[in-house]
Structure formats: structure tokens, C-alpha cells
């Protein structure tokens, strides 16, 4: 069939073309998507660059045209030729050192001899490429030799060059020959022709120059037959994927290739070439994400690209569905089609398979430590006792996998994996040890199991949260009227309190995160909130006493709850990056009532009232293992107050002993800039507030370069900047009692500019 006639009626709505004849077809760029090609022989078509997402090719013909395959075998014919020719001409200087009376014949006839042995030996024993390089160093040998006998040299270097010319166009022959796919009598035929005629021609040949002597006549033969052999085996090992020769397996594939099937830069997204024959297609730079490959044969004929079917072990597990006890770690797989697939104690780690499918993969006892799962199908997956320690799954579809005995320290579920319908008895939270071979089982208790979804419940995480994260509570009520305000401000946020988790070494900090609508800027929400709380911290006792008043049938109970919250062990709330050791217990009995306007959710279970105007749910709550540095989400991004205000309770929170120091110093500024008897423009609040944000950053994180830069940058321009501020200086000191220039003069001690 004509690729014209596919196209027309692809486009009349037909779809199945199985079994037709598109041999040297062209559907370059064409729209074939879910079209189905089984059976079909498209050897020498062309879909180079085809969108062929989910179409089938399985059990059909791919390569090489006969027209083709009988040009290239004729080149191999030529090219044996060419061989013999070469052969004849090492013979010759060979036998020259049966020419006893010449002799400059003898001594190149012993040089070339020399020469050959290297090369063989050599070439056999750590291949071709270094045989030429011993080639090249004889013939500098034999160079310094040339000061004692010119003659002889020249013709021993000529010998020389001959033996490299010959040993590599005999490789390439064979090589060139297996790939073309050309049956056995004409790789025989060639070899035969070559050799015998080398054979004869070399018996004339040396009969003329040495006296027909029987002895030379014989190593002439042998010699000829002997390189032509050599060109045999390289060719032999180089297709049983020898290292030593490589290069000529590649440089024969991609010759046939040029000619053959062609799929470069085509889409082949879900495609599935089941059981086709692929010798001497061309998949380079085509989109390989879920292709099946299962009992195709002779792919290791095609030519793979840069994609993961240049690896010799991915390409046999893409064909047998078999990786059983077997190391793929460190690989780049994005894409790969494991459906199904064994992979009992396979080690993936570090591995990239983002985009990919395992789905109803046996992954028992795998190691997945670290590895990319990203956006990967693992529906139905059995992953008992999988090691998944830091992988990333993200978006990852984990519908209707087994899960039990997982070890998940570090995994990284977000708001958008698919857990529904998986099936768990119990996990770890660590990674085994010989003396613990099953740490921090949940449930703790090991002769309960997770009942069927509690699994689900437990481990999934929270909704995408508004984090208010205080470095120090100094008055709880201050944090329960900034809340407050911010509920009523911002009523079609929907705010409502998840959690509270205290945070830090000492566990003195504190982590409170508030649920929100879908839409909520969580940046402005977060730097309103701050606003508030910083200022109210600014004021004296008896400026803030009017405000709480005010408030204090809405704040009361919120506050003691903060209170609450730092004084008692942690409460239970689960980490959006890392699921730690939260398995909830029933011991924690704080009460929440009378908080008006404000949703109160996920803290420790025990009574809770609900109140004019609110709603409060009580959950079970426990212990928090979560320590300083953890990764928060939905902080400030786009508000620079709220920017700045994250960045120094993270930089507090920092294991360099300067770090506190240096935090409560950019406070100090962060304050007197915010004030409203400042004198600073909007404008330069805001530049001023950006510095300092850079210069907490380089606090975190001293050993960036970037960093270091704009931070010294940044500390030349402040002075500037906040010196235009009249009354941003008379803060400073009546507010903590030291200079504006003591400030930064410390700051740029601490970070040693």
C-alpha cells in the first residue's frame, strides 16, 4: 500500500493497517497517532519524524530493503577485495628477509616482521585502536633506525603502514558484512575470494622476488591468511559487543542504518513494538516514554541514540521483562516501560524513571533509594519491603500498589501522588540495621496492622498549607490577634488552623499551618500575618494591653491554645516533604472553644467546642519528630516583609553559632525599616528589605559564591538607603538602645567582609 492511500484513510477514520506491505514508504512529519501496524514489513520506510503516540508496530519487519541489503554486500565484497590487496602487500615485505643477499631487503623483511607481530599481538589482546598506536610507534622506531640504513626504513615503514591499512579494512569488512544482514554463503564467499586470491597472487608474487623458494612461498600464504583471519575475529568479537571493538560494531550499525527503517525524532510516546524485528532501525532522538519493547529481537542491530537503549543491561531488561537481583543505579530511564515487569531485589538507586510505567511490576525487596518516580505509573506494583528513602513521587500513580513492609524514611509523597486503594499492613520510617531490621514499624504496636485506608489516612499529605513559622513565642496572645485579624480581613480565604508543631533543637519555635482556599495567595496572606505580629511586638505593654482587650473574647482561647502548644510535647502535623515518626496517639487533651470567626483543625484530639461564628474539628495528635532545617512550604515568595521574615527565623534556626546573633541583628533592621516613623519611601523600604533578605540568605547558606557577592553588595548600599530614613535611626536607638552604623559594622564582622 502507498503511503498515500495510509494517509487518506487515516484521515476517512481508519485506524488498522496490520499485515500491509509499506515497504520504502515515506510518512515523514505525518499524524499517525494510535495507528496500528502489526505484521506489517516496513523495511525502508521512513517516519522520521512522525507522531506516532500509542500506535502499534508488533511482530512486524523493520531494516533494510533487498536492494539495499545486496549493495551493501557487494560493497563487503569489494572492501574483501581491497583486503586481499593489502594482505599481498604485507606478504611481500615480510618475505624480503628471505633475501639474503640483498641486505636492505633483510633488514626491512626483519622490521616488518617486527612490526606484524606488534600488531597482532596487540590488536588481539587490547583491539584494533591499539594496534594502530603500536603500528605508529614501531614506525618511530624504525625511523631512529633510519640514520644506519635508509633503505631499509622506507621500505619497513611502508610495511608497516600496509599491516594498519589492512587490519582495519578487514575489520570493517566483516563487520560491515554481519550487519548488512546478508546470509552466510556471501560472508564466507567474500572471506574465501579474498584470501585465496591474496593466496595465489602472493605465490607469484614472492616466486619473482626470492627464487620461488618453498619456505617463502609458505609464510606468504600464511601470512595472508593470517591477516585475513585476523579481520574475521575482530569482526566476530566486535558483534558479541566486545569492548575492544566497539567501535566497529557502531560505525557497521549505523552504515546499514542510513538505509534502513527510520523513527528519528519521531513520537513513539506509549508505542508498542511487541516481538517486531528492529535490525538496522533508527531511533535517534525519538520520544521513547513508555514504549514497549518485549520480545523484539535484533534490537541490538538498531541504532539507539542517546537513549536508554545504548545500555546493554536496560535493553535486555526492555526485551525480557526480567531484572531480577540485577544493579540498574545511576541510570537515566525517564520513559521506560517496565510493565509488569520481575524486578525482585533489583537496585535502582539514585536512578532516574520519571514519566515511566511499573505498573503490575514485582518490586519485592527492590531498592529505589533516592530515585526519580516522578509522574511514574506504579498502579498495582507489588512494592513489599521496598527501600524508598528519599524518592521523589511527586504526581506519582500509586493506585492499587502494595505497600507492606515498605521502608519510607524521607519519602517524598506530595498533594498530588495517587494513593487510592493502596494496600499496606504496616511500614518503617527508617532504613534497616543488623541490629534493627525493622525500626520505627507503624503501627508501633507489631501485632496490629493498619486496618483497610488507614494506611491512606496516616501517611497522605496535607492539603498545600499557609505556613506561619515564629522563631520565639514571647506572648501568645500577640500570634492569636494577628490570626484573628487576618481571618476577618480576608474572609473569602476561608482560613482555618491544621496544626501547631513546635520546631528547633530546643523545640522552642513554632510551626502553626491554616488551611485555605485553592486560589489564596499564600505570599500576601503570609506577610500580612507578620506585619501584624512584628509590629505588635514593637510595642510597649501598655500600647498593646488596649488592642487585646478589644479582642479578647476572640483571642482568649486561641492563645492559650499557642500556649498550650509550646509548653506541652509536640502536636501532630505532618511534614508536606518528609513523613516522619507522626503515628497519632490519643494522650493530648487540649480544649478549643470560643475562637469567633476562625476554623480550627488538626490538633491533639480530645474535647472541642464549637463556638459562634467558627467551627473547630479535633484529630488525633501525638509526637513530632520534625527538627530545624526541614523544608517548610507555602512560605512568603512574592511580599518581601514576609520574605524577609522567613529568611531570619530560618537563618535563627541555623547551626553556625554567629547565626542567632546575626538574625536578631537583621531583625533589629527589619523593624526600625517597617516602622511607620521610619521616614523611608515605600520604595525604600522595599530595596532595604530585599538586602537584608540577601544577607540572611548568605547567613544560611556563607559558602555560596553568588551569594557572597550580592550580599556585599547589598551592605554597601544600605547605609544609603537607610540613612535617608530621619526617623528610622532615633527607632533604632530608642528601640534597642545601639547606633544604626554599630549594627551594620556587626553584620559585616559576622559575615567577614
Known amino acids: 500500500m502507498k503511503a498515500s492511500e495510509v494517509l487518506r484513510r487515516y484521515k476517512d477514520g481508519r485506524r488498522d493497517f496490520s499485515g500491509e506491505c509499506l515497504r520504502g514508504q515515506c510518512f515523514k512529519g505525518e499524524n499517525l497517532v494510535d495507528a496500528d501496524f502489526s505484521e506489517a514489513d516496513i523495511r525502508g520506510a521512513n517516519f522520521t519524524n512522525a507522531k506516532l503516540r500509542g500506535a502499534k508496530f508488533c511482530g512486524i519487519e523493520a531494516g533494510l530493503q533487498k536492494r539495499w541489503a545486496v549493495f551493501l554486500v557487494a560493497v563487503s565484497w569489494l572492501l574483501s577485495a581491497l583486503s586481499g590487496v593489502f594482505s599481498l602487500w604485507i606478504s611481500v615485505a615480510v618475505v624480503l628477509a628471505f633475501d639474503t643477499d640483498n641486505i636492505a631487503n633483510l633488514i626491512a623483511g626483519l622490521v616488518s616482521i617486527i612490526v606484524l607481530a606488534a600488531f597482532f599481538t596487540i590488536t588481539i589482546r587490547k583491539g584494533l585502536a591499539a594496534g594502530f598506536e603500536a603500528v605508529a610507534v614501531a614506525v618511530g622506531v624504525a625511523g631512529a633506525v633510519g640514520i644506519i640504513q635508509a633503505g631499509a626504513v622506507a621500505i619497513a615503514v611502508t610495511g608497516a603502514g600496509a599491516v594498519a591499512i589492512a587490519g582495519a579494512v578487514t575489520g570493517a569488512v566483516v563487520g560491515a558484512i554481519a550487519v548488512t544482514g546478508a546470509v552466510a554463503g556471501a560472508v564466507t564467499g567474500a572471506v574465501a575470494v579474498a584470501v585465496t586470491g591474496a593466496v595465489a597472487v602472493t605465490g607469484a608474487v614472492v616466486g619473482a622476488i626470492a627464487g620461488a623458494g618453498a619456505v617463502a612461498v609458505t609464510v606468504a600464504g600464511a601470512v595472508t591468511g593470517a591477516v585475513a583471519l585476523l579481520g574475521v575475529y575482530l569482526g566476530w568479537r566486535s558483534l558479541k559487543e566486545d569492548e575492544k571493538d566497539t567501535w566497529i560494531r557502531i560505525f557497521a550499525i549505523a ?236 474572609p473569602e480565604a476561608q482560613l482555618e488552623i491544621v496544626s501547631m508543631e513546635k520546631r528547633g533543637m530546643n523545640l522552642d519555635k513554632l510551626l502553626m499551618r491554616a488551611r485555605t482556599t485553592p486560589n489564596a495567595d499564600h505570599s500576601r496572606l503570609n506577610a500580612e500575618y507578620f506585619n501584624t505580629y512584628e509590629f505588635l511586638k514593637t510595642l510597649p505593654t501598655e500600647a498593646v494591653m488596649p488592642l487585646l482587650v478589644e479582642k479578647d473574647n476572640s483571642i482568649r482561647q486561641l492563645s492559650e491554645l499557642v500556649g498550650a502548644a509550646i509548653s506541652r510535647p509536640g502536636l501532630y502535623a505532618q511534614n508536606f516533604h518528609n513523613q516522619g515518626d507522626t503515628m497519632p496517639d490519643q494522650s493530648s487533651e487540649i480544649k478549643i472553644s470560643g475562637v469567633t470567626g476562625s476554623k480550627i483543625s488538626g490538633v491533639a484530639g480530645g474535647e472541642s467546642t464549637a463556638v459562634a461564628g467558627g467551627e473547630s474539628t479535633a484529630v488525633a495528635g501525638g509526637e513530632s519528630t520534625a527538627v530545624a532545617g526541614e523544608n517548610l512550604t507555602g512560605v512568603a515568595g512574592g511580599d518581601i516583609s514576609g520574605t524577609v521574615t522567613n529568611t531570619i527565623n530560618q537563618l535563627s534556626e541555623s547551626k553556625s553559632p554567629e547565626a542567632p546573633t546575626l538574625a536578631d541583628l537583621l531583625k533589629k533592621l527589619q523593624r526600625a525599616i517597617a516602622s511607620q516613623d521610619s521616614g523611608l519611601s515605600e520604595k525604600d523600604q522595599k530595596k532595604a528589605l530585599k538586602h537584608l533578605d540577601i544577607i540572611g540568605k548568605l547567613g544560611i547558606d556563607p559558602n555560596n559564591s553568588n551569594l557572597q557577592e550580592m550580599a556585599e553588595n547589598a551592605l554597601d548600599a544600605l547605609p544609603t538607603i537607610l540613612k535617608r530614613g530621619a526617623g528610622l535611626i532615633e527607632f533604632i536607638q530608642n528601640h534597642f538602645d545601639i547606633e544604626l552604623d554599630e549594627i551594620l559594622d556587626n553584620i559585616q564582622s559576622f559575615l567577614n567582609f
Open 255 to 490: 552504515f546499514a542504518a542510513t538505509v534502513g527503517t527510520s523513527f528519528r525524532d519521531a513520537d513513539l510516546t506509549d508505542a508498542d513494538f511487541t516481538a517486531a524485528r528492529l535490525k538496522s532501525a533508527d531511533f535517534r532522538r525519538a520520544i521513547l516514554s513508555r514504549t514497549c519493547w518485549r520480545n523484539t529481537n535484533k534490537l541490538d542491530w538498531a541504532r539507539p541514540g542517546k537513549s536508554y537503549l545504548q545500555d546493554n543491561k536496560v535493553r535486555e531488561l526492555v526485551i525480557t521483562g526480567d531484572g531480577q537481583n540485577q544493579k540498574y543505579d545511576l541510570l537515566d530511564l525517564r520513559g521506560i516501560n517496565l510493565q509488569g515487569a520481575n524486578l525482585v531485589d533489583a537496585d535502582f538507586t539514585g536512578s532516574v524513571l520519571m514519566d515511566g510505567t511499573l505498573q503490575g511490576a514485582n518490586l519485592t525487596d527492590a531498592v529505589l533509594i533516592g530515585a526519580d518516580l516522578n509522574r511514574t505509573n506504579l498502579q498495582d506494583a507489588n512494592l513489599s519491603r521496598v527501600k524508598l528513602k528519599q524518592a521523589q513521587l511527586d504526581a506519582t500513580d500509586l493506585t492499587g500498589a502494595t505497600l507492606t513492609g515498605a521502608f519510607i524514611e524521607d519519602w517524598g509523597i506530595t498533594t498530588t501522588t495517587k494513593l487510592n486503594g493502596v494496600k499496606c499492613d504496616y511500614v518503617f520510617m527508617r532504613l534497616p540495621t543488623q541490629e534493627d531490621p525493622g525500626p520505627r514499624r507503624k503501627p508501633d504496636n507489631r501485632n496490629k496492622n493498619f486496618a483497610e485506608g488507614e494506611f491512606v489516612d496516616f501517611i497522605a499529605p496535607m492539603v498545600l498549607t499557609l505556613d506561619l513559622y515564629h522563631n520565639q513565642v514571647d506572648d501568645p496572645r500577640l500570634i492569636a490577634y494577628a490570626w484573628q485579624k487576618l481571618v476577618e480581613e480576608n
